[in-house]
């Protein structure tokens, strides 16, 4: 029987294997969905610790050469966007919404004056498009 601290830090600990976890492992496309969801701040490295059990004293230097390997090359700072750009981006959606209606009803009076001329053209036998080419 041991005594002192070795007894101490090893008796308790029987019976556990500590394994090694193999980091090539995970596949590349998991990699990269980390490293985006870390670099877009949607999870935190303690979080991608946690949540995917990844070594409590080796995770930063991992996901470190995650990022080099699988992050974006261009690292952009995005502002979050003041009241005056949301305003204007409101003005701008609803001036959108509104080009739509307008598109809309264009497009069903195009369809409505094109089956007018349709029918003027078959029952009337009248010549209201202009033909294409020399035959005019």
Known sequence: MKKGKEAMLTDYMDGFKEEKINYNAYEPSFRRWLISMIDSEKISLQDARDRFHLSPTEYKKIIKRWQERYSD???????????????????????????????????????????????????????IRKKSGPKQ
């Open 73 to 127: 090359d261009l690292h952009l700072s995005l502002q979050s966007m003041g009241s005056k750009e949301r305003a204007d981006n409101k003005a701008l959606e609803k001036r959108i919404k509104e080009l739509e209606k307008q598109l809309e009803l264009a497009q069903m009076k195009n369809v409505a004056l094109n089956t007018l001329i349709d029918i003027a053209e078959n029952d009337y036998k009248l010549e």
